[in-house]
């Protein structure tokens, strides 16, 4: 996810824009999951959890945030890491191409 810094601004009663405070903007990065693969979604960071979707091939996914939960091994290697994807949505990031076998997203909470 890359952050970009903006200026919020206000327009005075002169008609002129005034700086009024520095926020902070966020872009989301969307990961592709692995090509040719239908992909459970879980209700929790597992697989005991209830399959709550599908995920069709060639989808792209948000990753909001990243549990510990049980090892999957799937076509980016095995993990215990899943990917919370929407509220009370989860996939195996063994099955999302992160370019990384660590975690890419803070925590759950």
């Known amino acids: 996810m890359s ?6 601004t206000e327009t005075t009663a002169a008609g ?3 700086p009024t405070a520095m926020v902070q903007t966020e872009s989301l990065r969307y990961y592709s999951v692995a ?3 239908r992909l459970n979604i879980r209700s929790g960071p597992g697989t005991s959890y209830n399959i709550v979707g599908v995920l069709p ?3 792209q996914v948000h ?3 990243q549990s510990p939960g049980t090892t ?3 076509p980016y290697g095995t993990t215990n890491i899943w990917d919370n994807i929407s ?3 989860y996939v195996s990031d063994a099955y999302v191409q992160t370019g990384t076998d660590g975690y890419v997203a803070p925590r759950c909470i």
Do not use: K, L
């Not at 952050?3 to 919020?8: C, Q, S, Y």
């Open 35 to 37: 090509p040719g693969v």
């Open 57 to 59: 091939e060639g989808a």
């Open 3 to 8: 952050a970009e810094r903006a200026e919020a």
């Open 87 to 89: 509220n009370g949505q």
């Open 63 to 65: 990753i909001y945030c």
């Open 72 to 74: 999957v091994t799937g």
């Open 16 to 18: 002129q824009e005034e």
